[in-house]
């Protein structure tokens, strides 16, 4: 499975403020997704980040909210923007093995926001 | 509304017994099923992907999926300490959209 890696691994940051994390993989994949776990809670898929096309978000998380980029098939970025305490939460990025629809998860970015 | 069920424990069994955790799910056109591991503070690990009916072994671990009855298990046996852990039921219908269980937490006892 691919090599994935997250930056930051933590921050704490002010409300208002804006923070970007950044999914590297160690080989090239098609399909690389953007999660969130709320504390004691499960995953929630906020957005699908497919090189050369608009992320596809899921209900409830907006573009103006979490704008991604995907500049190449290595590389994704997620921004949580505007942020409020609500906001705290590990942010996941994964990528999607193709055919077998495995998806592998990088390590996660723990977020605070006071 | 897709939903994804799990019992959400904690379950306990000592050293050297089979645990089982159990995941139904409501979408009867479900294609892909799998099983994750997270350990506390870190993020969750693939350990089974199952998409037919029927059994699938590896190692300790296994699988069981009946689309029938909308419901897939797993069985670790001869669980482990180190087998303590959050285990994380996923389903997808299109490979793209993953829908979680919230979890089901595992005490190993020695």
């Known amino acids: 499975s691919a090599v994935i890696s997250q930056k930051p691994s933590r921050d704490i940051c002010q409300r208002g403020t804006s923070l970007t994390i950044q999914c590297q993989v160690d080989s090239q994949v098609t399909m690389m997704f953007w999660y969130r776990q709320q504390p004691g809670q499960s995953l929630t898929l906020i957005a699908t980040?497919?090189?050369?096309?608009?992320?596809?978000?899921e209900s409830g998380f907006v573009i103006d909210k979490f704008p991604i980029s995907r500049p190449n098939l290595t590389f994704s970025t997620l921004t949580v923007s505007n942020m409020s305490p609500e906001d705290s939460s590990i942010y996941l990025c994964?990528?999607?093995?193709?055919?077998?629809?495995?998806?592998?998860f990088g390590p996660g970015t723990r977020l605070t926001v006071t | 509304q897709k939903e994804v069920e799990q019992n959400s424990g904690p379950l306990s069994v000592p050293e050297g017994a089979i645990a089982s955790l159990n995941c139904t799910y409501s979408?009867?056109?479900?294609?892909?099923f799998f099983w994750y591991r997270q350990y506390s503070g870190k993020s969750p690990e693939l350990i089974m992907s199952i998409y037919s009916n029927g059994d699938k072994e590896d190692g300790r671990f296994t699988a069981q999926l009946n689309k029938a009855s909308q419901y897939v298990s797993l069985l670790i046996r001869d669980s482990q300490p180190s087998d303590s852990a959050t285990y994380l039921c996923a389903v997808s219908w299109d490979g793209n959209q993953f829908y979680f269980g919230t979890g089901t937490s595992l005490t190993v006892i020695p």
């Open positions: 980040a497919n090189q050369g096309s608009e992320a596809t978000y």
């Open positions: 994964s990528v999607g093995s193709g055919l077998t629809y495995e998806q592998y």
């Open positions: 979408d009867r056109g479900s294609q892909s």
